[in-house]
């Protein structure tokens, strides 16, 4: 994975493109956001799957990643409970790089965790459960309407963009208060 991280990095060469690399076992299905709770997982993670900071350095160095997305406890998909962020974990990632964290599989983390993660070097948050489930409830309630009107694929679209934003709208309102 080194290697090819490596490769993207400098196939980007001095382009103004970030490359984000994932150190660790992020537990999850980050492609099954909407369905049955069988896609469900434990909201404590197995620390196996943590991101070990002893690799931080090395992995950096060796990458040349400008973003590092770690697994402290966060993951892909819904979680069966509340999410345990390991803030030690998370705490002895940041002192060791000084790249901006990254949380994938933040839907379901509660707003004050997040605020509290940018206090250790977390500048990027992926929020792709939440997200999904609103578009596909969205194309799910608005299709029929929306084939009785001829096929009006260029409205039944704009519904989708609307519930994307207003995702995205309540989500920065809720990080900024």
């Not at 993207?8 to 099954?32: H, N, P, Q």
């Not at 993660?117 to 459960?129: E, L």
């Amino acid at each position: 994975m080194v290697r090819s991280v490596h490769e993207v990095v400098l196939d980007a060469g001095a382009s103004d493109i970030v490359i984000e690399a994932e150190l660790g076992g992020l537990a999850g299905d980050e492609d099954k956001a909407f369905g049955a709770d069988v896609h469900a997982h434990p909201a404590s993670v197995h620390p196996a799957g943590l991101t070990d900071p002893g690799q931080v350095l090395e992995f950096v160095y060796r990458t040349g990643a400008q973003l590092l997305a770690v697994a402290v406890g966060n993951a892909h998909g819904r979680y069966t409970g509340e999410p345990r962020l390991h803030w030690d974990v998370l705490e002895d990632i940041a002192s060791r790089t000084e790249l901006p964290l990254v949380l994938h599989g933040a839907s379901g983390i509660p707003a004050a965790d997040l605020v509290k993660a940018t206090s250790m070097r977390v500048g990027k948050v992926n929020f792709n459960t939440e997200l999904r489930t609103g578009i596909l409830a969205t194309l799910e309630a608005e299709t029929t309407p929306h084939r009785a009107d001829g096929e009006n694929l260029q409205g039944l679209l704009g519904r989708w963009g609307s519930s994307a934003g207003a995702f995205a709208g309540a989500t920065l309102d809720m990080l900024s208060r």
